[in-house]
């Protein structure tokens, strides 16, 4: 019966929904969750623990030291 009721909602939304889902579903972030209409909560830790965020953070730091010299 859940997997019907999935099914259902999955057709009943929009394009731009379920793009929304499909990123939340394949994100390696272990501690979301979804509080109230919009609301989505993580562990600070498992952010700024990802190679993705350490990568950013990377390069941002090359971007201010190349606007210092």
Same mark, same amino acid.
């Given at each position: 019966? &859940? ?7 999955? *057709?009943?939304? /929009? =394009?731009? $929904?379920?793009? =929304? *889902? $499909?990123?939340? #579903? +394949? +994100? $390696? ?5 979804? =509080?109230?209409?919009? !609301? *989505? &909560?993580? #562990?600070? +830790? $498992?952010? !700024? +623990? ?13 971007? =201010?030291? /190349?606007? #210092? #010299?």
């Amino acid at each position: 019966m &859940t997997e019907l009721l999935k099914k259902l909602f999955k *057709l009943a939304l /929009s =394009v731009e $929904d379920q793009r =929304v *889902l $499909d990123a939340l #579903n +394949s +994100s $390696d972030v272990a501690s979301k969750r979804v =509080v109230g209409r919009g !609301t *989505l &909560t993580v #562990n600070v +830790s $498992d952010i !700024t +623990s990802s190679a993705k965020f350490k990568k950013y953070s990377q390069q941002a730091s090359e971007i =201010v030291a /190349s606007q #210092n #010299n």
